[in-house]
Each structure stands twice: as structure tokens, then as C-alpha cells.
């Protein structure tokens, strides 16, 4: 009985710093002592908390970190890794064409490799747009919609390339992540600087200049474009990623779109809107009335990756095209990813892409030159690159793995993160795994030949060869 009391009386303890640490009890605290002298400093913590008076408590087991539970012993053995993955890698639900790399994180040294040449890499082609974009653009690039004066009494809305440009704010469940910028909320400010002006009266026009070429790209199936779900054409200005209101139908002109939504926002702000929006490229004179902001690149990244964004991704791409070759296009966003790789030290070589998102099925990459990639990231010493494989799902937790991994090995849930990459008829993991003692392996598993009946079995298969390696004692 004295332990069970000891226990309980921890835990209320404990549950008690845990309600103040998250302000569940300032409200009456503040009441019922507005007038009490300062108290004592709390606790850091209730290992910390004396126990009631008469009351003897067993003292409280030191905790070690993860990283001393799981000491790496020795190197990983080719063979064990090999032996992990067979029998997964086998499964006849995968198809005919399976690729595989897997490498050690530390050393870089290949410890197994299935198949031969290159797969269609469906959106794991994100890894490539997001490390580029973090390189070429830097972590804490942001991007800016304005509206500017023009000539005869009109304003422009410029496009600044902000793939996650909202209608409206976002706050029906508190704060989204990342943050969002909203033409609402530019067309109060606006108006705000038109008052000041002793305006309420303007023509409006609109300047998506900043991205050049078609919105959408001709390495694309037409079907994308004619079931009008798929993705929208890319431009440096839309709204809601150029969907239609509470829907995932994408609307044809996303940029006129945009404009339309902000004329509205503009006659609720009290501002009278004549004639129809004109189309056309902002003056080098014009000044600035107004301007909202994105999130900063590393958050659009972690987006992008974590539920595999495909807008957002080529409005990345888009931005490096112009950053490395002063073109935001298809074709530049693509020379410039693989300029940019190149810099950090990958090789290109087996590399063959047409957009930054993954969608074409023409894209071709090889599993080793993905798994450099990866290496590139989680081996850097800018911590900004790094911050890719933060970004990756957790196998069985996060993002676009949240509700897979329920298979084999669940020791390895948790222990396992990596991008996801899924066309009909193509399934692929790319990321890391830390095994049961430790060793850090980068793996690329690709299969490009799946019977349609069998497409969630073959997702299930590369899923538990991932949690293989995250459930291996690999260690020779």
C-alpha cells in the first residue's frame, strides 16, 4: 500500500506541473492571488516536487537518452541488411521491375543493392525540389504578394509566387502550420491605403509575370489536366493552390481567379470595383499600397514533403529556376534543381526529370542517385539542409506514413522516415532507418511495374522491407 500511495501521489503531483506548465490554471490562479505576494519559483520539473510532510518516496530512476539506448555496435553487415530485405523485396505484388539501394549513413559504403538501371520515381522527385530549394533559395526565403499602384486610377495585384496564398484567413482551428498569407487580409490593408489616399473607387489588374512558360506541363498525362483534380496549372498567383471553394476541383485560370477573389475581399472592405480585371505586367513605377508574406522556405518544404504538396512543389522548383537560370519555368526549374544537386555534390548522372513534383511518368532516377540525395541532406553541415530529414514522414506517426507501417516489425514504427512515392502502377520509399543498434542506413526501394489489383499489397510490401531495416540487428 505505501508504494501504490507513493505512486499516486507522483502522478497527481506530476499531472499538477503539467497543468500549470500549459497554463490550464492561470486563469483562477491569477484571480484567487492578484493580490498575494510573489510566490517561490516553481519546479523545474516533478522530480522536483518535496513530498507531503510524513511521506517517504522511493527516489525517482535517472532516464537515458535514446541516443545511449541504442548504441551502434560495430558496422552493418551487408549480409544481415541483405537477408532483411529479401524476403519483402521477392513479394510477387511488387511486379517485375524492382529497384533497391541501400547505404550506410556514416560511411556512405552500399551494403545492398536489388536490380539494375532506373525506376519512375513518382513524388520522392520531392526530395530533389526541396533539398535545391533549400540550397539555392536559403531556409528563410519568403515570398510576397503586393498590390501596386498603376496608371489611370488602377491597382495590381502582383504575384509573388507564394504557393500557399489563401482566400481567407485560416483560423477556424487556431493557427495553421506554416502560417499563411491570405488576399482577405491584403485587401484590408489596401483599402486601409486607398482611405489614406481619399480613394474608394479603382480599376484592378493583375501580374503573374514572375512565372514564365504553360501552367501545365506537357511531360504531364492530358488526363490530369481534362479530370481537372489533379493539379493546377502553376502560376506565381492563385489562391487555395488554384482549387475551387471547399473542393478539389482546380479552377482553369488561377490567376484570374485570385483576382476575382480579391476584388471581392476589396468591395467587403468598402472599396467600389469597376470594370472587369485586366491581365498585364506591373509598371517598374508603381508603388507599393500593400503586401502580405509567405512562410519561410523551410516550412514550405516541411509541408511539401510531410503530405507530398504537388502545387507547392513546382512553385519551388519554379523559384530555383529563377534563382539558378533567371527563368521561372518548367525547364528551368528542372536545370536548376540539377545544377543546384550537383553544387552539394550529387551526382546527376542518373538523374532524368521533367518537373519538380513527380507527376510526369517520363521521370527517371536511378535508386543510388536518390540515396545521394538523401546522404546530401543528412550529412551536411548547414543545418538548413538538414533540416530535409526532419521534414520526412514518420513511418507509422506523421504526414503521408501516418497510417501505414501497421504490418511487420512494429519495433521499427517510429524508427523509420521517408518520402513517399506513389503513381498507378508505381510505388517508392526513399528516406532513413535506424536499426536496432543504432546504425543510421539510407535506403531507396522502387517498383514501377505494379499490377493495378495489387497496388496496396506492393505499398505494403516496400512498407515492411523499410520496417525491416528499422527492426534489423544489422550490426556484424
Same mark, same amino acid.
Given at each position: 500500500?505505501?508504494?501504490?500511495? +507513493?505512486?499516486?501521489?507522483?502522478?497527481?503531483?506530476a499531472?499538477?506541473?503539467?497543468?500549470?506548465?500549459?497554463?490550464?490554471?492561470?486563469?483562477?490562479?491569477?484571480?484567487?492571488?492578484?493580490?498575494?505576494?510573489?510566490?517561490?519559483p516553481?519546479?523545474?520539473?516533478?522530480?522536483e516536487?518535496?513530498?507531503?510532510?510524513?511521506?517517504?518516496?522511493?527516489?525517482?530512476?535517472?532516464?537515458?537518452?535514446?541516443?545511449?539506448?541504442?548504441p551502434?555496435?560495430?558496422?552493418p553487415?551487408?549480409?544481415? =541488411?541483405?537477408?532483411?530485405l529479401?524476403?519483402?523485396?521477392?513479394?510477387?505484388?511488387?511486379?517485375p521491375?524492382?529497384?533497391?539501394?541501400v547505404?550506410?549513413?556514416?560511411?556512405?559504403?552500399?551494403?545492398?543493392?536489388?536490380?539494375?538501371?532506373?525506376?519512375?520515381?513518382?513524388?520522392?522527385?520531392?526530395?530533389?525540389?526541396?533539398?535545391?530549394?533549400l540550397?539555392?533559395?536559403?531556409?528563410e526565403?519568403?515570398?510576397?504578394?503586393r498590390?501596386?499602384t498603376?496608371?489611370?486610377?488602377r491597382?495590381?495585384?502582383v504575384?509573388?509566387?507564394?504557393?500557399?496564398?489563401?482566400?481567407?484567413p485560416?483560423?477556424?482551428?487556431?493557427p495553421?502550420?506554416p502560417?499563411r498569407?491570405?488576399?482577405?487580409?491584403?485587401?484590408?490593408?489596401?483599402?486601409?491605403?486607398?482611405?489614406?489616399?481619399?480613394?474608394?473607387?479603382?480599376?484592378?489588374?493583375?501580374?503573374?509575370?514572375?512565372?514564365?512558360?504553360?501552367?501545365? @506541363?506537357?511531360?504531364?498525362?492530358?488526363?490530369?489536366?481534362?479530370e481537372?483534380?489533379?493539379?493546377?496549372?502553376?502560376?506565381?498567383?492563385?489562391?487555395?493552390? +488554384?482549387?475551387?471553394?471547399?473542393?478539389?476541383?482546380?479552377?482553369?485560370?488561377?490567376? !484570374?481567379?485570385?483576382?476575382?477573389?480579391?476584388?471581392?475581399?476589396l468591395?467587403?472592405?468598402?472599396?467600389k470595383?469597376?470594370?472587369?480585371?485586366?491581365?498585364?505586367?506591373?509598371?517598374?513605377? +508603381?508603388?507599393?499600397?500593400?503586401s502580405?508574406t *509567405?512562410?519561410p522556405?523551410?516550412?514550405?518544404?516541411e509541408?511539401?514533403?510531410?503530405?507530398?504538396? @504537388?502545387?507547392?512543389?513546382?512553385?519551388?522548383?519554379?523559384? =530555383?529556376? !529563377?534563382?539558378?537560370?533567371?527563368?521561372?519555368?518548367?525547364?528551368?526549374?528542372?536545370?536548376?534543381v540539377?545544377?543546384?544537386?550537383?553544387?552539394?555534390?550529387?551526382?546527376?548522372?542518373?538523374?532524368?526529370?521533367?518537373?519538380?513534383? +513527380?507527376?510526369?511518368?517520363?521521370n527517371?532516377?536511378?535508386p543510388a542517385?536518390?540515396?545521394?540525395?538523401?546522404?546530401?541532406?543528412a550529412?551536411?553541415?548547414?543545418?538548413g539542409?538538414?533540416?530535409?530529414?526532419? *521534414? !520526412?514522414?514518420?513511418a507509422?506517426?506523421?504526414?503521408?506514413?501516418?497510417?501505414?507501417?501497421?504490418?511487420?516489425?512494429?519495433?521499427?514504427?517510429?524508427?523509420?522516415?521517408?518520402?513517399?512515392?506513389?503513381?498507378?502502377a508505381?510505388?517508392? !520509399?526513399?528516406?532513413?532507418?535506424?536499426?536496432?543498434?543504432?546504425?543510421?542506413?539510407?535506403?531507396?526501394?522502387?517498383?514501377?511495374?505494379?499490377e493495378?489489383?495489387?497496388?496496396?499489397?506492393?505499398?505494403?510490401?516496400?512498407?515492411?522491407?523499410?520496417?525491416a531495416?528499422?527492426?534489423?540487428?544489422?550490426?556484424k
Open positions: 500500500m505505501r508504494w501504490v500511495t +507513493g505512486l499516486l501521489v507522483l502522478a497527481l503531483v499531472a499538477g506541473v503539467a497543468a500549470w506548465r500549459l497554463d490550464l490554471v492561470v486563469p483562477w490562479y491569477d484571480y484567487l492571488t492578484k493580490d498575494e505576494p510573489a510566490a517561490a516553481a519546479p523545474e520539473g516533478p522530480a516536487v518535496p513530498p507531503p510532510p510524513g511521506l517517504d518516496l522511493p527516489a525517482v530512476p535517472a532516464v537515458e537518452p535514446v541516443g545511449t539506448a541504442l551502434a555496435v560495430g558496422r553487415s551487408p549480409i544481415k =541488411v541483405q537477408q532483411a529479401a524476403p519483402f523485396l521477392a513479394d510477387p505484388d511488387l511486379g521491375h524492382v529497384l533497391a539501394s547505404s550506410d549513413l556514416a560511411t556512405g559504403r552500399t551494403l545492398a543493392t536489388v536490380g539494375s538501371g532506373a525506376a519512375v520515381p513518382a513524388s520522392t522527385t520531392k526530395l530533389l525540389t526541396s533539398l535545391a530549394a540550397s539555392a533559395l536559403g531556409p526565403r519568403t515570398f510576397s504578394t498590390v501596386v498603376g496608371g489611370k486610377g491597382i495590381v495585384l504575384g509573388g509566387g507564394d504557393p500557399f496564398l489563401m482566400s481567407e485560416v483560423d477556424e482551428d487556431g495553421s502550420y502560417p498569407a491570405d488576399v482577405a487580409t491584403l485587401a484590408h490593408e489596401t483599402a486601409v491605403a486607398l482611405r489614406a489616399q481619399g480613394r474608394q473607387r479603382v480599376s484592378l489588374g493583375y501580374d503573374d509575370s514572375l512565372f514564365t512558360g504553360p501552367g501545365f @506541363n506537357p511531360a504531364w498525362p492530358a488526363a490530369y489536366a481534362e481537372g483534380d489533379i493539379v493546377s496549372p502553376i502560376t506565381a498567383l492563385w489562391v487555395d493552390e +488554384g482549387r475551387e471553394p471547399d473542393s478539389f476541383r482546380r479552377v482553369e485560370d488561377p490567376a !484570374l481567379w485570385a483576382t476575382q477573389v480579391f476584388a471581392a475581399a468591395v467587403e472592405e468598402g472599396v470595383v469597376v470594370g472587369d480585371p485586366v491581365h498585364g505586367v506591373a509598371g517598374a513605377g +508603381g508603388r507599393e499600397l500593400a502580405v *509567405s512562410a522556405v523551410r516550412e514550405i518544404v509541408r511539401v514533403v510531410e503530405v507530398s504538396d @504537388n502545387e507547392a512543389a513546382e512553385v519551388l522548383a519554379h523559384h =530555383v529556376g !529563377l534563382e539558378v537560370r533567371g527563368g521561372g519555368s518548367f525547364t528551368d526549374g528542372v536545370a536548376g540539377l545544377k543546384t544537386l550537383r553544387g552539394l555534390g550529387v551526382p546527376t548522372a542518373g538523374i532524368s526529370i521533367y518537373d519538380g513534383s +513527380g507527376l510526369s511518368r517520363e527517371r532516377i536511378e542517385a536518390l540515396a545521394a540525395v538523401v546522404r546530401a541532406a550529412t551536411s553541415e548547414d543545418a539542409l538538414r533540416g530535409l530529414i526532419a *521534414s !520526412l514522414p514518420v507509422g506517426f506523421t504526414g503521408s506514413l501516418a497510417d501505414r507501417f501497421d504490418h511487420a516489425f512494429p519495433d521499427a514504427r517510429g524508427l523509420v522516415r521517408a518520402k513517399t512515392g506513389t503513381l498507378t508505381v510505388s517508392s !520509399l526513399a528516406g532513413v532507418a535506424v536499426d536496432q543498434q543504432g546504425h543510421q542506413l539510407v535506403f531507396v526501394l522502387m517498383a514501377d511495374d505494379i493495378k489489383p495489387v497496388e496496396e499489397e506492393a505499398e505494403d510490401a516496400l512498407d515492411d522491407a523499410a520496417a531495416l528499422g527492426g534489423c540487428y544489422c550490426g
